[in-house]
Nanobody, 115 residues
Framework: QVQLVESGGGLVQAGGSLRLSCAASGMLFMIKSMGWYRQAPGKQRELVAGITSSRITNYADSVKGRFTISRDNAKKLVFLQMNSLKPEDTAIYYC?????????WGQGTQVTVSS
């Protein structure tokens, strides 16, 4: 059974940084492309960043130059380093496979950016 556990969120002032982590189990992690997604109140869930098994990355335009996705295949972890945070980055952040997420979402981690 696939399990995804996100952590690292919190409350931060605009301009600050956070590093999110996602621990994956129950899948052949090292061959999977993984992504970070977010859902803000009243909005649809959207892709933030993706990384292939060979570490090719892709970013939403809104986070390019500020966020960095990475992975540790040995530990089955995916990271999202978020710098220069803005209030509009406030959302619940989730990890899942990419580019087509599957129906096994974790609980997510809340990121709140104050102005």
């Amino acid at each position: 059974q696939v399990q995804l556990v996100e952590s690292g969120g919190g409350l931060v002032q605009a301009g600050g940084s956070l590093r999110l982590s996602c621990a994956a189990s129950g899948m052949l992690f090292m061959i999977k492309s993984m992504g970070w997604y977010r859902q803000a109140p009243g909005k649809q869930r959207e892709l933030v960043a993706g990384i292939t098994s060979s570490r090719i990355t892709n970013y939403a335009d809104s986070v390019k130059g500020r966020f960095t996705i990475s992975r540790d295949n040995a530990k089955k972890l995916v990271f999202l380093q978020m710098n220069s945070l803005k209030p509009e980055d406030t959302a619940i952040y989730y990890c899942n496979v990419w580019p087509v997420p599957q129906d096994y979402w974790g609980q997510g981690t809340q990121v709140t950016v104050s102005s």
